[in-house]
């Protein structure tokens, strides 16, 4: 197991004790409207999706991380955040999923700092891309506080996603006092 931690967050690598987090977070009302097109998720889809996270850690040596808030009764899951590869490119995809408790605070932006700077240092891939539901005007912000900029609509997964994409360049010449405000 892996474990790091910023100033507000700790991260650990998804294992199968994570399953009822996820599914939790998955079954999340706002979590379900922007990544599940409104479909609940079973225990049997969040098995899928840890499966596919640890299929990542073993190929590239990072990937999803679940995020805890730090808090004085001790940590408090509210979701996860990572970068996979991105189809069949040499680009990662960032993806992030908070549940209530972890929206509008902040901390979105941190796990997606610290997930980003970490994976790229971790690989030679040559851009981070987002794909955002339209309306998910917090993924917008964080995705364009990181410096990734809108490219175009295009279509995924049967409905029509918001693509942005950065450099790795573009990501490492910003300073760091920029990304975390």
Known sequence: MVTHQTEHLIFTTPRS???MELFKLHNDPLVQEMAFNNVPQSIEDVRKWLDMFSGQWRKNGFGDWM???KTNSGPIFIG???LRDYEDSNNLELAT???ERGRGQGLGLEAALFATTQA???STKEKVVAVIKHGNARSERVVKKLGLRYVE???RYGRVWQYYETTRE???SQSPNKLMK
């Open 97 to 99: 999923s908070l549940c």
């Open 170 to 172: 573009e990501y490492f």
């Open 120 to 122: 790229l240092q971790s």
């Open 153 to 155: 609509d295009r279509w």
């Open 80 to 82: 996860r955040c990572g």
């Open 67 to 69: 995020v805890y808030e």
């Open 17 to 19: 004790e994570h399953q």
